[in-house]
């Protein structure tokens, strides 16, 4: 049985036994592929949004995605095996160069190792330890995975004029908690390579290794991006151990030409392709099977033969040549060369519109650095500073005032993020205040509307606050010892317990109102800016004025807080000094209802005291029931509407209170009570001025200066680095610099945009020429 011959030599004009038509001149392809190559790099190079044709190769981890993108290129550059070993996608430009023995490689990408290797030649070895280093490198990093592509131009004389895509292999974890680590790479991978896939003007090359048809792996994935397959060609690779696998020849059948309902979908290519590739490196080492690159494209052949022989022994017959053009690795780069062709070829006229744009782009941009340069004066560069101050001001007032031109959903905050990012009111019982109860706490805002929703959260909290509990010892503490006796003054205790509460109590708030409205006030920076980016009015470039701005901004935004907290704080000071009745007592009818309603029980529990038999000496005894006697007359005598018992009865109950509040310390009910009660009163007043007072003046005195005072201060800190160093409010000497170098660049983009529409014109003008000679040709041949 003799191998395979290898891909052929000659790649002119002519027909291929393997495609279905004649394949362009060689000029012709040549240029169309360096065409899209540049077009590829331009679009790396510059992040240019070209959307050019390629194959993305997508497979879980050990479906030998690396070593079929080795067969197709014919020759060996990666890692291959067992485990992730590629951890960023490799795009590789492949280009057939008869003139090229060994294969020519060059990096196209630099900034994985930092060594300045863009754009140099490098050889195997070199480009095989970059991308080792690079995995090496992610691995060791929390995302372990890049998006960012390793670009490699690759000419050699077997090399396919393709260009690949080969991404991460996808990961299959088991379950369980002690997979974490690898079920989140698995879902880091997954969204990878579904962001690739998302691209459409990409072929999908679908990798399973798999015998039965009906377990889609990576078709599990890929369908969700392409339902229909309809770009994506499916690859069953490892042939040469499937077929061992099979025991009649119906089930080779169904594997060969599986039902269109069991790959739910238009499969690009009508049916499945199936490879295998020997096992085995090159090199020179003992573990090296291939001594040459030719060696191995020698022992990819031969296998292929054999698994078309092995194939036709367990059908007992002879494949068709349908079957056998969807077998073998030279079958699927022989489709994909052609196919991918055939997209270069119609994407042509949709790319030189793009390059159009591009080119007007670039020369837009390279205007602009134009002008830019031509304004680095003194006096221009004062001018955009003192226009921008203005500008920056109106957006900032505008944004107070109320506007919908910022989206809410870029810029806004729901209460939520409002509470993570400015702080929380809380409380010294350490509760928030439920975000439901507060009006629009689930929109996202900003300026003036999240200030006032602040405020009103500022007032829902602190206006229910209570009064924190009144132990008794703290009661008895705050008695003390008078400096002229040793009485008890309750009226003093009350305020004493009050004012202390009352500043442990609203001292917290006050600082946390000031984190919430600040954090909202220098909010309307990012928010400024963005307004003037979308209405052109930015000064792009000039970095160093920005920044002193934002600075000064932010400067005053801390300082006037600072100062309104610093007010607040004086009167929550002087309201917890000392107690002004006509202040503090807010609600007087409900404390005389208080104390009758005590008055009244105080008098009962008095009489049943009286009531109550007494235990002494004998004459004690005697005494006191003759106090009885005379209490019990002295009742009688008031029913009676005598006066002067009246008189007498209320000088005893004085002297009782007297001696159950000024000479006794035992706290009685009766104390403790009236105590509470002053206290709430107090607490309560104390709220209600220091709720309104805090309010006031946030709003006079952080609000207000934000309007009437920034202004001016922004105008003299502006002036005032105008006439010390202008150079150190713009840095002209830098900016002129990362002008000359941005221009440069521009420049170097410019020129490349055009050289490439120049080709692909020539392209285009070369296939119109060609349609309409075809064309002609046909209506010839129908007319003769």
């Known amino acids: 049985m003799s191998p395979s011959p290898s891909p052929p030599a000659d790649r002119g004009d002519g027909a291929d036994p393997h495609r279905r038509g004649p394949r362009p001149p060689v000029f012709e392809r040549q240029s169309l592929y360096e065409a899209y190559n540049d077009l590829h790099g331009l679009a790396q190079e510059f992040s240019s949004p070209f959307d050019a044709p390629a194959v993305l190769v997508v497979g879980h981890q050990t479906d030998g995605k690396s070593a079929l993108v080795e067969a197709l290129m014919g020759f060996q550059f990666n890692h291959v095996g067992g485990g992730t070993k590629t951890r960023r996608p490799i795009m590789l430009h492949m280009k057939y160069d008869p003139q090229c023995e060994e294969p020519c490689c060059r990096l196209v990408d630099g900034d994985g190792d930092g060594n300045g290797c863009s754009g140099r030649e490098m050889s195997l070895p070199d480009i095989q330890a970059y991308i080792e280093a690079e995995n090496m490198r992610l691995e060791q990093e929390p995302s372990q995975f890049s998006a960012k592509e390793i670009v490699i131009k690759v000419e050699y004389k077997y090399c396919p004029d393709l260009t690949i895509i080969d991404t991460p292999g996808l990961i299959a974890p088991a379950p369980g908690r002690k997979n974490r680590m690898l079920q989140g790479q698995a879902r880091a991978v997954e969204s990878l390579v579904r962001s690739k896939m998302q691209h459409k003007e990409l072929i999908i090359l679908c990798l399973e290794d798999c015998s039965d048809w009906s377990n889609a792996t990576t078709r599990r994935v890929v369908m969700q991006i392409d339902p229909e397959l309809s770009r994506t060609v499916i690859v069953s690779t490892k042939l040469d151990t499937k077929i061992p696998q099979f025991a009649r020849s119906s089930d080779v059948e169904v594997f060969l030409s599986p039902p269109a309902s069991t790959l739910d979908g238009f499969i690009l290519g009508d049916s499945p392709f199936f490879t295998s590739v020997p096992s085995g490196r090159v090199g020179f080492g003992h573990e090296s099977v291939y001594r040459t690159n030719e060696d191995f494209k020698r022992a990819i052949s031969l296998r292929e033969a054999e698994d078309i022989a092995t194939l036709e022994e367990k059908l007992g017959r002879a494949l068709s040549e349908q079957e056998k053009s969807r077998i073998g690795v030279s079958k699927l780069r022989l489709f994909l060369e052609e196919l991918l062709q055939k997209r270069y070829m119609d994407s042509v006229p949709r790319i030189i519109p793009l390059l159009e744009k591009e080119h007007r782009t670039a020369m837009r941009k390279l205007n602009e650095i134009d002008r830019e340069l031509c304004t680095l004066d003194e006096a221009k560069l004062k001018e955009k500073g003192r226009t921008f101050h203005d500008l920056f001001l109106t957006k900032l007032s505008l944004l107070l005032k109320g506007t919908v031109v910022a989206p809410p959903d870029k810029f806004g905050e729901t209460l939520q993020d409002e509470r993570a990012n400015g702080g929380v009111f809380v409380g010294t019982d350490g509760l928030q205040f439920p975000q439901k109860l507060i009006p629009n706490a689930g929109m996202r805002l900003y300026g003036g509307a999240q200030y006032h929703r602040a405020m009103a959260e500022f007032r829902f909290v602190v206006g229910g606050i209570k009064c924190p509990p009144i132990t008794r010892e703290e009661i008895v503490n705050a008695c003390g010892v008078e400096d002229i ?128 038999p007494t235990v002494g000496t004998g004459a004690s005894v005697e005494k006191q029931d003759a106090k009885h006697r005379t209490d019990v007359k002295l009742s009688h005598l008031a029913s009676g509407h005598d006066l002067g018992t009246s008189v007498q009865t209320t000088e005893t109950r004085l002297a009782d209170l007297l001696d159950s509040t000024l000479w006794n310390r035992k706290l009685a009910p009766s104390s403790e009570r009236i105590v509470y009660a002053l206290v709430q009163q107090i607490f309560q007043g104390i709220r209600e001025y220091f709720l309104a007072s805090a309010e006031l003046k946030f709003n006079c005195f952080l609000l207000m200066p934000v309007i009437d005072k920034l202004p001016t201060l922004l105008r003299e800190d502006l002036e005032s680095a105008f006439g010390d160093n202008l150079d150190d409010v713009f840095d002209i000497t830098n900016l002129r610099h990362s002008l000359g170098q941005t221009k440069r660049d521009a420049e170097i983009e410019l020129k490349k945009i055009m050289r490439l529409r120049e080709k692909f014109r020539k392209i285009h003008e070369q296939l119109s020429t060609k349609l309409v000679t075809q064309l002609k040709l046909s209506e010839w041949d129908r007319t003769s």
Not at 523 to 550: C, M, N
Not at 578 to 605: C, I, M, P
């Open 485 to 612: 006796h040793d009485g008890t003054n309750y009226s003093r205790t009350a305020c004493v317990i009050a004012v202390a509460k009352a500043r442990d109590t609203f001292e917290p708030f006050l600082h946390q109102l000031g984190s919430r409205l600040l954090h909202i006030l220098k909010r309307l920076l990012p928010i400024s800016v963005y307004l003037l980016q979308k209405d052109g009015e930015y000064l792009s470039g000039h970095e160093v004025f920005l920044r002193r701005v934002a600075s000064a901004y932010n400067n005053f935004a801390e300082s006037t807080e600072r100062a309104c907290r610093e007010k607040c704080m004086e009167d929550l000071i002087s309201t917890t000094r000392y107690v002004t009745w006509s202040l503090h007592n807010k609600n007087r009818a409900g404390l005389h209802r208080f104390l009758d309603s005590f008055s009244g029980t105080e008098q009962s529990s008095t009489d049943n005291l009286s009531q109550e």
